[in-house]
């Protein structure tokens, strides 16, 4: 498996992409770059999603993932195919094409995800009573 971050879902014996709030019993699932599995939908991004109930769904899991990027220490927010988007609050921007200023010395960049090295995650389980 490669780099992940973010939430995550496990329906019908696979894992995708989600997004999912404590408050409601939908879970949006997203299909991985490439793909267009039944019952999935387009967005206008491109990309492919369903709307699922948490009782469909049989685990979620939240990834968080720090990794180290042009030797900084950054926090990977989404990963997408083999694109990450990544944050640091650390001033000033890195001088790089990819990089740029979000607010208040927080800045981003959407690298490839080979660029990124010492990859750690922490993955936590949400309860699916939620």
Known sequence: MGVRAGKYAVYDGFSYSASFASDTRAVLLFAPEGTSP???TPTLSGRFKMTVDRSQISYLEKV???AVWQGRR???KRVTGSTAVIQQWQWPVPDHPAAYAIENGLW???VPVEE????????TEVPSAL
Request: no cysteine; glycine share 10%.
């Open 38 to 40: 039944p019952g999935f």
């Open 108 to 110: 981003g960049a959407k």
């Open 64 to 66: 968080e993932t720090h």
């Open 116 to 123: 990124l090295t010492e990859v750690v995650e922490t993955v």
């Open 74 to 76: 950054v926090e990977v």
